[in-house]
């Protein structure tokens, strides 16, 4: 019988099993994650704002698993031997595989600015956004005692797709927060600090402009073109400038990191030919080196043939890529050889908020209310692709007429 290891239950993790559970033949999958359960990592910003509890983004990975064909392993990976064909994790002995897919997801990317890491909130998981939340309430709470502004003030390192989700977020929480501090809703601070002089570059450049006005109608403070150089505790010191010598600060009592990811460090512990924690697979998605590894997801590149540039990493192309592994290794299973992958995107929307929104789908430019509405619809495909029917119904987003 052989032996699938599946590592991380993500979009593109989970995807491959669910594929691949469908199929007969003599195989079977031990699936690993971190965690018991799937988080849509695209809804972070939700439980980050306190938009959404945990559960509502999350839910049991033996839910949606075929236990006849599939052991679910709780743990850390901690490194892959491609030569040995094994798996180390933190707790459970050595796994020993004839096939592989890796599918570890991404981490946060501090490009080695000093205290990053120590001195700013992440967002990558469950915990870490849910960990955002209840600081907030906190601050919240502490102004009331202090008066200190700096409690009034949630400022986001990075105004790309994840920072501004974020802040959108946070403007429809604005009004609870006001709540705690016992102030009105406008004193409530939502800064992002970012380097670029304009924000949502995926964008043609009238939709960019909408998403800029619209963001700063909401109340967003957009401070553009200001280089942050190092974070402190409660302060980020940045240039403003390309050019500029002079250090200037800002003072907050939450300060939250979104510059940017890489893929998992596994993949550089594993000694992976790996840049920033992503391999840049075969057209088939194989490891170049190693036939029998699949490598999916955020901790992969597949490269676009149009702009000889890697895929941007997004949830769409992970669970396409894992629906398209969990064919292939039926394919190899049954001596026949692996297809190519290939990819077209369906479109690119970002919410600012519950009820804003902007995106493009093919040639077409999106907008407020139907932007908003197919971000949900987005979404509920998401749900209902990996998770199942039932999955949709538990943690569907069905207010869509606001
Ligand atoms: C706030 C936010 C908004 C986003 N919005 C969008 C969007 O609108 N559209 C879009 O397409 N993309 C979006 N993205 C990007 C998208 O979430 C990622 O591209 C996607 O999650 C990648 O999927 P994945 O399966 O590769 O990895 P992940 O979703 O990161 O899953 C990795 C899995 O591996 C597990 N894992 C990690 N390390 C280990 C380990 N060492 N041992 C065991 N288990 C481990 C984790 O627990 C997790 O279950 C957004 C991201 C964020 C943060």
């Known amino acids: 019988m052989k032996e699938v290891v599946v590592l991380g239950a993500g979009y593109a993790g989970l995807k491959a099993v669910r594929k691949l559970q469908k199929e007969s033949g003599d195989f079977h999958i031990i699936l690993v994650d971190r965690n018991d359960y799937h988080y849509e990592a695209t809804e972070l910003h939700e439980v980050a704002s306190g938009s959404q509890p945990r559960e509502k983004i999350s839910y049991p990975i033996k839910d949606v698993l075929n236990l006849k064909k599939v052991t679910f392993i709780q743990d850390s990976v901690t490194k ?22 890796v599918a570890l997801g991404f981490c946060s990317e501090t490009f080695g600015i000093t205290g990053a890491q120590e001195n700013a909130l992440q967002m990558v998981d469950v915990n870490t956004a849910e960990a955002i939340h209840n600081h907030i309430v906190k601050t919240m709470t502490k102004y009331r005692e202090t008066k200190d502004r700096n409690y009034l003030r949630l400022l986001i390192c990075g105004a790309g797709f994840t920072g501004i989700e974020l802040a959108g977020a946070f403007v429809d929480e604005r009004k609870k927060y006001a709540e705690l501090a016992g102030v009105s809703p406008e004193e409530i601070e939502i800064i992002c600090v970012e380097a670029a002089t304009s924000i949502l570059p995926m964008f043609k450049k009238e939709l960019a402009q909408y998403g800029t006005e619209l963001i700063e109608k909401l109340g967003i403070t957009l401070m553009l073109g200001s280089m942050i150089k190092e974070i402190k505790p409660g302060e980020v010191v940045y240039a403003q400038g390309q050019d500029a010598q002079e250090l200037q600060t800002i003072s907050a009592e939450t300060i ?17 030919n790996q840049r920033r924690g992503r391999v840049v697979v075969a057209n088939d998605l194989r490891d170049p080196d190693h036939p029998n590894v699949y490598v999916v997801g955020d901790v992969s590149a597949f ?36 297809e190519d992958f290939s990819y077209t995107s369906q479109g690119t929307v970002a919410s600012v908020g519950n009820t804003h929104a902007l995106g493009e789908v093919g040639p077409a430019a999106l907008k407020g209310y139907p932007a908003s509405v197919l971000k949900k619809v987005i979404m509920n ?22």
């Not at 510059?259 to 000694?271: D, I, K, L, Y």
Request: no cysteine; glycine share 10%; proline share 5%.
């Open 303 to 338: 490269m676009d043939p149009e702009t000889n540039r890697p895929y941007p990493t997004t949830a769409q192309i992970a669970t396409r890529m894992g629906a398209h592994v969990g064919k292939n290794l039926a394919r190899q299973l049954k001596g026949e050889e692996p």
């Open 256 to 272: 939250i990191w979104t510059t940017g990811v890489s893929g998992s460090p596994v993949m550089a512990e594993s000694g992976f």
């Open 80 to 101: 892959v031997d491609r030569s040995s064909q094994t798996v180390s994790l933190a707790n459970t002995s050595d796994l020993h595989y004839d096939y592989l897919v």
């Open 381 to 402: 495909k998401s749900l209902l692709d990996i998770g199942g029917l039932k999955e949709l119904l538990a943690r569907g987003r069905f207010d869509l007429y606001h």
